[in-house]
């Protein structure tokens, strides 16, 4: 029997990796991160969580100890924010290119400068290509489930990744929600123990991480994106299965009142569900509006956003980053490709909102859906729009 | 990775490419990257061994008469050898010749 409990999202993670037994834990805390490894702290001090916890000097080193404790067979999380989340840069391509299943949440925090610690997805713009598996959740239910099946996924034999969970700092890690915790027992069958195929044990050497001169990069590399793209098809079953014990369904993109909605707006992370609030009461208006969550953002997923949207006229995207000098907001510009050579398909465009901790109301989205609605008519010589901003 | 590494496809790579033979690295040929070659001249050689122990990649051997040889397996041709050498018995030729 599953136990409901209100409970800091933060914590609640905490006490996922607690379900998940996870052997390993190297962190350095940063907010709005920081009560995701405390937690951890304190049930690896009091003995309720049998693991190594080891504290270190910076996310550079928490992100390189994961790799070591992975390497040896061992299930290991981590989590970051920000600025850690850069300072991991170089040792998350690492982690991919090994195949070694660290499983992270990243509660997104805007990047300096100005310093900000408030939420965007800048961070998780500056790690799109390093290789993980990333996926985005809209409230603290979907953040604990996430890195359950984050277990279950990254160590599947056809899979070994390391998969980021994505939460929105503050919006999502610091409020607290009614979250169902399953039995340990549920959770024990759903995720069976890590067996990493190719250990590190003296009894049985191998080398990792070896130096790939040019007649052999190339061949890593691939072999790592087709295994990237194998993942796809292990993350439906394990979302599937995931249901099927929990009740509970995820797909790589969700939709809300789409199938017969002319206007489409998409979103990803917390704003989802604020987002939610303005289409149901543009529907109740009248309106043929609909909403569009991305869920999976790595591997990205094509086939189900360009069948979630092949009916509408117009498709909204708004990103919470900023890429400058390009198109606009990354994920739009993703949209955008996976629709380009399709022969029916929805006028894109792009906004960029809720930088920094900036919050996006329902009335605000409704704007946002109006403005992108006139733009769809009017044209406009944007690449995208700002919402937000003050004149 | 018994084959030659140049010979390996992707799908042929461990998990991370992950080497799980040890010692395997004595499979690599680091004498491709080679453009110019150490020829020793026994005339002038003293059998004194500074050679031996100055290449970097240990590829100097001692042969049965004691003089000493590079295997041009692994020598680089960096010419650490011919500039340590005391009698200037080692000269470095380029590759072509
Ligand atoms: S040229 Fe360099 S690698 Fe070759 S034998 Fe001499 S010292 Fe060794
Ligand atoms: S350093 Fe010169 S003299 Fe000494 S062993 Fe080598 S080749 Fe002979």
């Not at chain 1, 052999?216 to 796809?232: D, G, H, P, S």
């Not at chain 1, 969550?293 to 997923?301: A, D, E, T």
Request: aromatic share 8%; with cysteine; net charge negative.
């Amino acid at each position: 029997m599953a136990t409901k409990m209100g409970i800091e999202v933060s914590v609640a993670i905490g006490e996922a990796v607690r379900l998940a037994n996870a052997d390993v834990i190297a962190a350095y805390p940063i907010t709005p991160q920081t009560h995701i490894v405390e937690h951890l702290a304190e049930l690896v001090a009091n003995g309720e969580l049998d693991a190594q916890y080891i504290p270190v000097e910076s996310e550079h080193s928490a992100m390189s100890a994961c790799l070591g404790a992975s390497a040896v067979g061992a299930r290991t999380f981590t989590a970051t924010a920000g600025q850690g989340l850069e300072l991991m840069h170089e040792v998350l391509y690492v982690a991919s290119s090994m195949r070694l299943p660290v499983i992270m949440t990243v509660a997104n925090r805007a990047l300096s400068a100005p310093l900000s610690v408030w939420g965007d997805h800048s961070d998780v713009m500056a790690v799109r290509d390093v290789g993980w598996i990333q996926i985005f959740t809209e409230n603290g239910q979907e953040v604990v489930d996430n890195v359950l099946c984050a277990f279950r996924i990254g160590e599947d034999r056809r899979v070994l990744l390391p998969v980021m969970i994505h939460l929105d700092g503050f919006h999502l890690s610091h409020v607290i929600e009614p979250i169902l915790f399953p039995e340990q027992s549920e959770v024990d069958q759903f995720l069976p123990p890590n067996q990493y195929p190719l250990p590190l044990d003296p009894s049985k050497p191998v080398s990792m991480g070896d130096f790939g001169p040019p007649i052999i990069y190339f061949e890593t590399k691939w072999a790592q994106e087709v295994n990237l793209e194998a993942a796809r098809e292990v993350i439906l079953q394990c979302w599937n299965e995931f249901g099927k014990t929990f009740q509970r369904y995820y797909s790589p993109v969700e939709c809300y009142h789409s199938e017969d909605a002319k206007v489409l707006l998409l979103t990803m992370g917390s704003f989802s569900e604020t987002a939610m609030m303005a289409i149901d009461k543009m529907r109740r208006d009248g309106r043929e509006v609909g909403l569009i969550r991305l869920r999976l953002w790595r591997p990205f997923p094509f086939g189900e956003i360009r069948q979630a949207v092949k009916n509408a006229e117009v498709l909204i995207v708004l990103d919470r980053a900023l890429s400058f000098g390009g198109p606009g907001g990354p994920v739009c510009s993703e949209v955008k490709s996976a629709l380009y050579g399709e022969d029916k398909k929805p006028r894109v465009i792009g906004f960029v909102g809720g930088l920094g901790g900036r919050d996006i109301t329902p009335a605000g989205f409704e704007e946002i859906i109006n403005r992108g609605i006139e733009i769809s008519q009017k044209g406009s010589d944007q690449e995208f729009e700002i919402f937000g901003v003050r004149e | 990775m018994t084959n030659p590494e140049g010979m390996l496809t992707w799908k042929d790579l461990e998990i991370g490419s992950i080497v799980a033979e040890p010692g395997n690295a004595s499979q690599y040929q680091t004498g491709d990257w080679r453009s110019e070659r150490p020829i020793f001249d026994n005339s002038k050689c003293i059998k004194c061994g500074i050679c031996y122990i100055f290449c970097p990649e240990g590829c100097i051997e001692q042969n049965a008469e004691g003089y000493f040889e590079a295997n041009l397996f692994y020598c680089k041709g960096c010419g650490i050898c011919a500039r340590e050498c005391w009698t200037r018995a080692i000269t470095i030729v380029p590759e072509e010749e």
